[in-house]
T-cell receptor
Framework: AQKITQTQPGMFVQEKEAVTLDCTYD???????LFWYKQPSSGEMIFLIY??????QNATEGRYSLNFQKARKSANLVISASQLGDSAMYFC?????????FGKGITLSVRP | NAGVTQTPKFQVLKTGQSMTLQCAQD?????MSWYRQDPGMGLRLIHY???????DQGEVPNGYNVSRSTTEDFPLRLLSAAPSQTSVYFC??????????????FGNGTRLTVT
């Protein structure tokens, strides 16, 4: 069974609008961390945001926020006020102890 | 501050050849790992290390060897390259061994083609 599921096909959003990228996860460990990474066409992996399993509030980092619904095991990334530079592949990942497991990624395209 | 450095950036091998992908970090991170990225598959863990002298297998270890003789270096060895090993390889590190709140710092990747 997949530990991280990202099932959306390629996503499109109009510049300056908000977009939500979905991520669900599966774990029986009470202690885990959820991460989102961005991979632009240049190929590097850029860390965006982190949410811990014990965190009571949703994480925010500038235009990025994480909609964490623990009971539903979902950790959706919300990007507000999309910019052309947000066009990239986005990966959701979960860290349990010493391993970080990635989803298959979602391609986001921002339209001018 | 160099961070995580991978060499080479690009490599073409013939089936059966061997090579070593180099990874070095200057952040004194305990934890280091290797991933491969294939289209539609995300990143998959090959091997990881929680400290010098300690390595363990990830999700897709077959065909790869690693060693960790120093904190800084974590090379990945392909003993007999196969076309199925054509991929982009990422090395990543983090300061904590078992910190579930510790993000990975990635190198810029090595694009390997095996013909």
């Amino acid at each position: 069974a997949q530990k991280i599921t990202q099932t959306q096909p390629g996503m499109f959003v109009q510049e300056k609008e908000a977009v939500t990228l979905d991520c669900t996860y599966d774990t029986s460990d009470p202690s885990y961390g959820l991460f989102w990474y961005k991979q632009p066409s240049s190929g590097e992996m850029i860390f965006l945001i982190y949410q811990g399993s014990y965190d009571q509030q949703n994480a925010t980092e500038g235009r990025y926020s994480l909609n964490f619904q623990k009971a539903r095991k979902s950790a959706n990334l919300v990007i507000s006020a999309s910019q052309l530079g947000d066009s990239a592949m986005y990966f959701c990942a979960m860290r349990e102890d010493s391993k970080l497991t990635f989803g298959k990624g979602i391609t986001l395209s921002v339209r001018p | 501050n160099a961070g995580v450095t991978q060499t080479p950036k690009f490599q073409v091998l013939k089936t059966g050849q061997s090579m070593t992908l180099q990874c070095a970090q200057d952040m004194n991170h305990e934890y280091m790992s290797w991933y491969r990225q294939d289209p539609g598959m995300g990143l998959r863990l090959i091997h990881y290390s929680v400290g010098a002298g300690i390595t363990d297998q990830g999700e897709v270890p077959n065909g790869y060897n690693v060693s960790r003789s120093t904190t800084e270096d974590f090379p990945l060895r392909l003993l007999s390259a196969a076309p199925s090993q054509t991929s982009v390889y990422f090395c990543a590190s983090s300061p904590k061994v078992s910190g579930f709140n510790s993000p990975l710092h990635f190198g810029n990747g090595t694009r390997l083609t095996v013909t």
